[in-house]
């Protein structure tokens, strides 16, 4: 494949290489673009004999000689291509345009921009056109309401990746505004701020029954996120669908998409509106709510397309270093494949992503096969009154009580797909055969499985 609007080849790093003129040009595009190190102008793959060397000397040009900063904006890994081993520069789209050489500044001479096949220095024009758009919001250059921050919970999640933060770590991390002020970025990663993530569930359908209000928060960002998805994690439980040849198990939501959902929500906010994100579960779907529009430069193509344009780059870059995020512009493509575009809708101010329940009963009668019952020893005998189905439900409702006994009937009803009345009739008979009993209230309470059943 040769080189396109998107991905440019360079035979080997060398001090002669302008490689910054390159990464700038990407910077400056609406979609970003792709840098490989050791494959020819003719996509014939060479091979870079030090990687590790390549890839040091690669992120120390791109951290230094570039404004503003591209931290966050860029990723360099190592792919093997027919045997050998190339550098691949993965570059975002800059929120922050335009992008100019350090050494020259806002000039034609360190500003470029990407045409066809090639990095084109930027006319003056638009140089000064873009800079008149540069956002000027960004959290990195708000200021903290609080200069008295400590980042305890930051120092520990960077040593537990075997990464050490030195006493230059706020700005070298991009924590501190133009004046030496902690800014907002560092504010949300503190270990005390105001910022708290919430987690609601509901047994209606709507926003009716609130059952739990959960909050996450008033500590850094990087551990409140860890909080969300350990609480999503519980509640995405594993449900038994059981068909005549398996027993199949699975989870409410994609464990993939899901963690992506949470990480995108979190780290792409649009924390100037002072709203975190929320998420919100219900018995057929979680929808995630975060603030926030799509970046002007991008569009809605451009975004199910996998174009990536940081929100936050400082939050995006921390996250890449503690491993919440494993690569740019990866949390998409990701929800997409297990959701599609319809998961998402925009308006003005927020974004919000619904990930629909995703288990569904597989009846024997669609399959066209007899519907397998459980083991005639136990019981001895279906009471005659119970309809046909029936012992295939009280098989899926015993299954799911045992993983979770405070299951709720509006659960009940999305999991076995049936309504509401007769997953009640279907309880009541199972408490008169004394296979199941409830303990406590209605409200509050939680079912148990009888003792023999468990047994058998």
Not at 379 to 390: F, G, L
Request: charged share 30%; net charge negative; glycine share 6%.
């Amino acid at each position: 494949m040769g080189e396109t609007t998107r991905i440019e080849y360079k035979e080997m790093l060398t001090p002669e290489l302008d490689i910054e003129k390159e990464v700038i040009a990407f910077l400056n595009y609406k979609e970003g673009g792709f840098i490989y190190i050791g494959i020819d102008k003719h996509g014939n793959t060479v091979g870079v004999n030090d990687v590790d060397d390549c890839m040091l000397r690669l992120k120390d040009r791109v951290k230094n000689n570039i404004s503003p900063s591209a931290m966050g904006l860029f990723d360099i890994v190592e792919e093997k291509r027919e045997g050998k081993s190339v550098v691949k520069i993965t570059v975002a789209s800059g929120i922050e345009k335009p992008y100019f050489k350090s050494k020259y500044g806002m000039t034609p001479k360190g500003a470029y921009i990407r045409v066809g096949t090639s990095a084109d220095r930027m006319p003056q024009e638009m140089i000064d056109r873009l800079f008149s758009m540069r956002t000027r919001n960004s959290i990195g250059r708000i200021v903290s309401n609080r200069q008295d921050l400590t980042f305890e919970q930051l120092r520990i999640y960077y040593d537990e990746h075997h990464k050490r933060l030195n006493d230059n770590f706020a700005r070298s991390l991009e924590l501190l505004t133009d004046d030496g002020k902690y800014n907002y970025v560092a504010y949300l990663l503190a270990d005390e701020n105001g910022n708290s993530i919430k987690v609601a569930k509901y047994s209606s359908l709507d926003r009716c029954d609130l059952i739990e209000n959960n909050e996450y928060g008033y500590c850094s960002l990087i551990k409140a996120t860890k909080s969300v998805l350990a609480k999503l994690d519980i509640e995405n439980k594993t449900a038994a669908t059981i068909t005549p040849v398996e027993r199949k198990e699975t989870p409410l939501w994609n464990k993939v998409a899901l963690r992506e959902a949470v990480i995108n929500a979190i780290v792409h906010n649009d924390y100037s509106f002072e709203v975190p994100p929320k998420f919100e579960i219900f018995p057929d779907r979680l929808e995630i709510t975060s603030a926030g529009r799509l970046p002007e430069s991008l569009s809605r193509e451009e975004f199910f397309s996998g174009i990536s344009i940081p929100r936050n780059k400082e939050l995006m870059r921390i996250y890449r270093d503690v491993e919440l995020v494993e690569s740019l512009g990866s949390g998409i493509p990701r929800i997409l494949q297990a959701y599609g575009e319809d998961c998402f809708k925009f308006t003005d101010n927020f974004i919000r992503l619904t990930l629909p329940v995703s288990i569904q009963e597989e009846t024997a009668q669609e399959s066209g096969q007899e519907t397998e019952k459980w083991p005639e020893k136990w019981p001895e005998k279906w009471p005659e009154k119970w309809p046909e189905k029936w012992p295939e439900k009280v098989r899926q409702i015993i299954d799911t009580i045992e993983k979770d006994n405070t299951v709720t009937i509006a659960r009940l009803e999305v999991l076995l797909g049936v309504g509401h009345t007769t997953i009640k009739k279907i309880l009541r008979e199972m408490q008169n055969e004394n296979f199941i009993r409830r303990v406590g209230p209605d409200k509050g309470g939680h079912w148990e499985v009888i003792e023999q059943v468990k047994n058998n």
